[in-house]
């Protein structure tokens, strides 16, 4: 047994040296570009934002100065403070029982707020993060995953997930529960251990900064919150990202977030996304996730209404299933159909404790990705994704069929 774990151990550490060899060029040429964006790229009011870019690097920079421990709990506010501090918490709390009651509370929270950007974005994402946890139950993973290695890799897209929803959840609602209530609750965002540079740009969006920016922000902050509490782990990074499931996936770039899109007559017609070849560069995850937003947000309106469309006439279950109907099925006595679970039938739900996140922001460096990305052309993914869906399936065959 242990011959044969550090065999696999070997075959996995190999596979992840050829995926940090490709995506080294790739990182590369995001950077470039992120920086080319910056000089060059011409999106509607970009002078403004320009402008609202340098109004945030000075009050963060502020804050930098002034700030002690930004961890440190503020202290007690009225009753009403702390009954909205106690409901808060409780609705985060029964929210991220699983990967389900996340992607619904960040839609219902979209569909009253339809200026929060983000929100509609985590939704759609979230929808994939699902799709991956069941992913781990197909034939194509199980063949070069051990059970043990599965669970390491469940557990790790679910803390993922969980960390980013316990920070983004308080923030969104208190924005939320203060428009109906017509009032501020930025004074709470402490209570939450919300970072400084959030702290920031809801005081700058509240004033009336571009949602463009605070959608950016969001996006940086749940990454850079994801960096520090799971990613740069060195015991992550041997139990999940040296596994053969990860590593070969990232290898074969088939670790994709794509939308569903459906036309007026409810039929789809194209998935559309892109696909992060290295979930272990927080540049290159940042920039995927500005490159998502700007597909939903920086086309005209007609592509995010047929997102819009998709989303809510099918409901999520994180089989992909949802998206692809005529390829997928979630009975796994189907024949001619690739088997994809529905959450609820292969993982429970878990009760996760927070993890410990240190303040991430001690410089002004991540305003370095803040512009956001321009326009992005609409491109269909189904025939891509599929026709790699196909060759992990006959390699899973393969594999299966070796005695």
Excluded at 155 to 163: G, H
């Amino acid at each position: 047994m242990k011959e044969e774990n550090d065999r696999r151990f070997k075959g996995a550490a190999l596979l992840r040296l050829l995926r940090m060899a490709a995506s080294k060029p790739s990182t590369l040429w995001i950077d470039l570009r992120r920086r080319y964006r910056l000089i060059h790229s011409q999106i509607p009011g970009q002078k403004s934002l320009l402008k609202e870019m340098d109004v945030f690097r000075k009050a963060l920079e502020m804050r930098l100065v002034s700030d002690g421990d930004p961890f440190v709990d503020p202290p007690n506010g009225s009753m009403e403070d702390k009954d909205l501090l106690r409901q808060i918490r409780e609705e985060t709390r029964q929210s991220t029982r699983n990967n389900l009651t996340r992607t619904e509370a960040y839609f219902v929270i979209y569909k009253s707020c339809q200026e929060l950007h983000w929100a509609l974005l985590a939704h759609l994402v979230s929808r994939n993060g699902g799709y991956n946890m069941t992913d781990l139950h197909r034939r194509a993973v199980k063949a070069v995953t051990s059970e043990a290695d599965r669970l390491a890799f469940f557990s790790f897209l679910e803390r993922c997930n969980d960390v980013i929803f316990r920070d983004a959840y308080p923030q969104l609602r208190l924005y939320q529960l203060g428009l109906q209530r017509k009032r501020s609750y930025l004074h709470l965002l402490p209570h939450f251990q919300v970072s400084r540079f959030m702290q920031v740009a809801w005081q700058l969006f509240q004033n009336g900064m571009d949602n463009r920016l605070l959608t950016v922000a969001l996006i940086i902050n749940e990454q850079m919150r994801i960096e520090a509490a799971m990613v740069d782990h060195e015991s992550v990074i041997r139990r999940v990202f040296a596994t053969p499931a990860f590593s070969a996936q990232s290898l074969m770039h088939v670790s994709a977030v794509l939308f569903a899109a459906r036309d007026l007559r409810g039929r789809q017609h194209g998935l559309y996304g892109n696909f992060v070849r290295d979930f272990t560069s927080v540049t290159e995850r940042i920039e995927a996730g500005k490159s998502l937003y700007a597909l939903l947000f920086a086309n005209q309106d007609q592509p995010r209404t047929a997102f819009l469309r998709a989303a809510e006439s099918v409901p999520h279950t994180a089989s992909r299933e949802d998206i692809l109907p005529q390829v997928f099925t979630h009975e796994a006595t189907s024949r001619g159909l690739v088997y994809s679970p529905r959450l609820v039938d292969v993982w429970p739900d878990v009760l996760t404790w927070p993890i410990a996140v240190k303040e991430w922001c001690e410089d002004l460096s991540a305003l370095d990705y803040l512009f956001p990305a321009p326009t992005v052309r609409m491109r269909d993914f189904s025939k891509r994704y599929i026709r790699q869906l196909r060759r992990l399936e006959h390699f899973a065959s393969v594999i299966q069929s070796k005695p």
